[in-house]
């Protein structure tokens, strides 16, 4: 097994005094003790269109479905009104929109990855090169 | 403006062969589309049992409709079978297991966008933090 850590921190000034949140996970495969152990690989995607496209399908690669799968995101880019539209599913089914990731955004999620309703989209706000880094750890 | 900034670490150093794992990143949160910092924060811990079944964590209001939100969420059970099903509407996302935290943008693109939070094997208690742009305040009755 492999030993993955991640830690996020956050700090803000919105309220009257400092907000600190500092938190570390050691990935698991589900229900047990044991690490997680496979992954993608850190993969970067370059664009230059505004059409939603795949980003990760759930049965590219042999991802256990309803496993602790995790998937990190990154917009690359600085430019804060210039956003990777995340969403799950195909824009033609009943796709459900996470959220938008502006210029220097990341995210990690856990992953369901059970059927194509789990399938994960990307779309750029601009038709501008826009480029976005992801890995995916999994069980 | 307030400056709220998230910041990630990703290591390991036996998930690949001969390839130390260090993975960086960090971004200050703004307001969608510009360089204005979010300015409401929202925080709060409970603890989920498996009898309160599908929970809505947030619900999504027009006011909040394609902002730049930020969620984060953690599920602090010890026993690693237990986990939080984490849903965006009738979507599932994924499983928050024992010690798993989760941070994504939430973009609420339309009102029924809500996050929806369930335990599962047992009572998971949880902590979680909006960072959000505006939201639709409930009027006094």
Sequence with gaps: MATINATVSIGSDIMSYATNISKTMTMKKAGTTTGLNLTTGLSSKRYTATTQVVLQTYNDVAVTSGGANKVYIRNTGSDKAEFFKVTLADATDAVEEIGRLYGGDWMLMPWEAASADHNIYVQPSTAEVMTLEFMIFFE | ?141
Aim: charge should be negative; charged fraction near 15%; hydrophobic fraction near 40%.
């Design chain 2, 1 to 141: 403006m307030a400056t709220t900034t998230a910041s990630v670490s990703i290591s390991s150093s036996d998930l690949q062969v001969g390839n130390q794992l260090a993975l960086n990143a960090s971004t200050t949160c703004m307001k969608a589309g510009l360089t204005t910092g979010l300015e409401k924060i929202e925080m709060g811990k409970n603890t989920l049992t498996v009898a309160d079944g599908s929970t809505s964590l947030k619900l999504a209001t027009t006011a909040g409709v394609d902002g730049a939100s930020k969620v984060y969420l953690c599920n602090n059970a010890t026993d690693e079978t237990f986990y939080i099903r984490l849903d965006l509407h009738d979507t599932i996302v994924g499983r928050l297991y024992a010690g798993d935290w989760l941070f994504i943008p939430w973009s609420q693109n339309d009102t029924t966008n809500e996050l929806v939070i369930q335990a599962i094997g047992g009572s998971c208690p949880y902590e979680y933090a909006i960072f959000k742009e505006d939201e639709t305040v409930v009027a006094g009755a």
